[in-house]
């Protein structure tokens, strides 16, 4: 399974950005997945799941209400938009495969990483 995500960049605070992950592989429609981040000198903490169907979804409180998680199975895709964005968003986003069909916001459960996309909110 491959993934590739992309979408970063740098932005205003308050502004928008909308990451994709497209995905390789045959697992995407059985599998959650999940948005995480890792700003410098920090751990890695997820942002933002979706289980397999796509039914059920799950945020971090610090983005709740701001951002949000989508997924089309047919495309193999994973989106995050993420709006009103903040100086403390700021971090390399990864998309990650889960081992489960359900939102797990457990990073160790994730056995599938892309490499990563940067989000620099300036202030």
């Known amino acids: 399974v491959q993934l590739q995500a992309c979408g970063g960049g740098l932005v205003q605070a308050g502004g928008s950005l909308r990451l994709s992950c497209a995905t390789s592989?045959?697992?995407?429609?059985?599998?959650?997945m999940g948005w995480f981040r890792q700003a410098p000198g920090k751990e890695r903490e997820f942002v933002a799941g979706?289980?397999?169907?796509?039914?059920?979804?799950e945020y971090a409180d610090s983005v709740k209400g701001r951002f949000t998680i989508s997924r089309d199975n047919a495309k193999n895709t994973v989106w995050l938009q993420m709006n009103s964005l903040k100086p403390e968003d700021t971090a390399v986003y990864y998309c990650?495969?889960?081992?489960?069909?359900?939102?797990?916001?457990?990073?160790?459960?994730?056995?599938?990483w892309g490499q990563g996309t940067l989000v620099t909110v300036s202030s």
């Open positions: 990650a495969v889960s081992a489960f069909a359900g939102v797990v916001p457990v990073a160790r459960v994730y056995n599938y």
């Open positions: 979706i289980s397999a169907t796509g039914g059920s979804t």
């Open positions: 592989g045959r697992t995407f429609s059985t599998s959650a």
